[in-house]
């Protein structure tokens, strides 16, 4: 017996696929339109449920994994990957952390003032910001250009955040994300497409979040990895308070854009 090459090569693999994906989406374009707005709705109601359930959790501890992807000049796509930890405390508190291979950053806001360490520069920067994490995560968008693109999943107002500017939403099906069993919805903004994977079950922690940039060529995205979700964990004042290590030195608030998963100058995906 005898192989058939081009049955096996790289080639007739890609032919197949693309051939498999273009009846998937033939077969999408006739679902009535009942159905669609029915898939949307349900989508819907299951990211309602998701913000519902986050924003009445008092404390949130979590880990993460994210990686963010670029496009080079040369056309090619680099992902970046980096870790960290999360410590919420409603309304007012947050203290959280990102080791990648370009930064190392911790933030602690303790309802006045954020401060921000790269601990691999051993410098900080400091903002008055009083208020809730809600309006801290607008100032640093706003004001300092910091994205924070996995932020809206914390928000006490997660599913305006989230849906406010969608044109399109479906409800996918179903998917496991470490082991857990999730709801899998996508939904479409004018600039983004994003996903979202929801634990099923009377605990709907949001488990894995991809944006998808359409206006950057590449399409490149953000994803996100939700692991270690606790909401009993005691938040203790000492874990949000910042003191500068010896020697550290103080930035002008205007560092704060450059703390980023990525080295400088490269067009990146991940806002929503």
Not at 101 to 119: C, P, Q, R
Not at 246 to 256: F, R, V
């Amino acid at each position: 017996m005898t192989l058939d090459s081009s049955r096996w090569s790289a080639r007739g693999v890609r032919r197949r696929w693309a051939a498999a994906a273009a009846a998937l989406v033939s077969g999408a374009m006739l679902i009535a339109p009942a159905a669609q707005a029915q898939s949307q709705d349900d989508a819907l109601k299951v990211l309602k449920s998701m913000s519902d359930y986050v924003s009445a959790q008092k404390t949130i501890t979590l880990s993460y994994d994210t990686d963010i992807e670029v496009i080079t000049p040369d056309i090619e796509k680099i992902q970046f990957a980096s870790s960290g930890e999360v410590m919420l405390s409603r309304p007012d508190k947050l203290h959280a952390s990102r080791v990648g291979g370009y930064a190392n950053v911790e933030m602690f806001f303790d309802g006045k003032t954020v401060s921000i360490l790269g601990k691999n520069l051993n410098a900080f920067t400091q903002v008055d910001a009083p208020g809730t994490v809600d309006q801290l995560v607008d100032t640093l968008r706003n004001k300092f250009g910091v994205t924070l693109p996995g932020a809206d999943l914390l928000l006490t107002n997660s599913f305006d955040a989230l849906s406010a500017d969608v044109i399109k939403g479906v409800h996918v099906g179903e998917g496991v994300i470490a082991g857990f069993e999730c709801e899998h919805l996508a939904f479409r903004n004018e600039d983004t497409d994003w996903q979202l994977w929801v634990q099923k079950g009377d605990k709907p922690i949001p488990r894995k979040f991809v944006i998808t940039s359409k206006t950057v060529a590449g399409a490149p995205q953000y994803t996100l990895v939700i692991r270690d979700w606790k909401t009993d964990a005691p938040a203790k004042a000492d874990f949000f308070a910042f003191t500068p290590p010896d020697g550290a030195k103080k930035l002008d608030p205007a560092a704060l854009a450059s703390l980023d998963e990525v080295p400088p100058g490269l067009p990146i995906g991940g806002k929503k």
